[in-house]
């Protein structure tokens, strides 16, 4: 069942709630926005409603956390971006929040409060659930039609994404609906051979899409990085050594050993992981073969020999999907695998980059313009390669069937 587009939507002259994510990094001390992209990727969608009234819902982190704020900046950052006045509005769907839309002419743009704010918001509901909650019945009947845009919280089954599309006529906006059918088509229809590249330190989501993707023949190989690699290696029976052992322990992915033990038995001619791997040891980086690594040396990098091979095996490849980094990048000494797996993976046919830290670097490699699709949400997008429907899709599937 196809999402609903908002060129099937016809907004003009209505009033568009309109669901975006620019929760981004904040100076904690001045509350500046540190890095706008986010903004920048929703610019289309917003462009693509010049004759309607636009209500903007959206969101900054979440309770508890430091940067959990207000969201006067990023008024101002989006009406500075797009080049048009963004009113803010201290209230999400008070008494204040109402008598301004209801103000609002055609080509306003009003953006709310923090939704996050409200703390129905940060539950996890079904859909039919979360379409009764008392923010959803609020915001609903503040406006005509419902356009979802924030693809970094598809994933989320939270009111405002489930909720709001089963009680309005909804679509997707133009990143949202950029972001399904580009990521479908890693499925089916894209170029092959087909290399998944796995990395960074989300281990249990990473080898939920390895199963999936290898026992559903959707990737040819998949090539294991980062924290992923050394799961995968104790998994062979290698030592990896103490300190990258304790931290797999600490953040909890001891039960996952068992699991790429599994993966490694059925698909082991399908699956690559490094030969060689770097090390710190007195400041310095040094290589080892995986039979060898020391036992009081953390693994932070590719050697350059697994490098090689990696590198190579992508140049084979018609497509890649490129999840989680390599190693430490953030050390210059330790950043070789990351930079130079991307650079590979840049000059392939079709290339998706699941967002997160990897987007972060391909932009200041300068490689953004040379990647197929670059997803700007790490979570939304790694849940969708394992197969499982997002909720925010599923909701609006649901809502073109209920509205048509």
Known sequence: MPIGTI???GCEGKTVLLRLDLNSPIDPTSRSILDDKRFREHLPTLRALPESKVVIVTHQSRPGKKDFTTLEAHAEKLEQLLGRPVQYVDSIFGRHAHEAVQAMKTGDILMLENVRFNTEENLTLKPEEAKKTHLVRKLSGMADLFVNDAFGTAHRSQPTVVGLPLIMRSAAGLLMEREVSTLSKAFSGAPRPVCMVLGGTKVDDS?????????????????????????????AGYHIGKPSTQLIAQLKYE??????????THYRDRLLM???????????????????????APVLDLGMDALATMVGALKQCGTVVFNGPAGVFEDADFATGTYEMLRAASQVEFSVVGGGHTAVVIEKLGLDKDFTHISTGGGACIEFLTGRKLPAVEALEQSKKIFG
């Open 7 to 9: 060129r099937e939507l």
């Open 207 to 235: 080898l939920a899409v390895a199963q999936h993707v290898l026992a559903n023949g959707i990737a040819d190989q998949v090539i294991a990085i980062g924290v992923v690699a050394n799961v995968f290696l104790i998994a």
């Open 255 to 264: 039960p996952e050993i068992e699991k790429a033990r599994e993966i490694l």
């Open 274 to 296: 490094p030969e060689t791997v770097a090390v710190r040891q007195d400041t310095r980086r040094v290589e080892y073969p995986i039979e060898r690594i020391p036992e009081d």
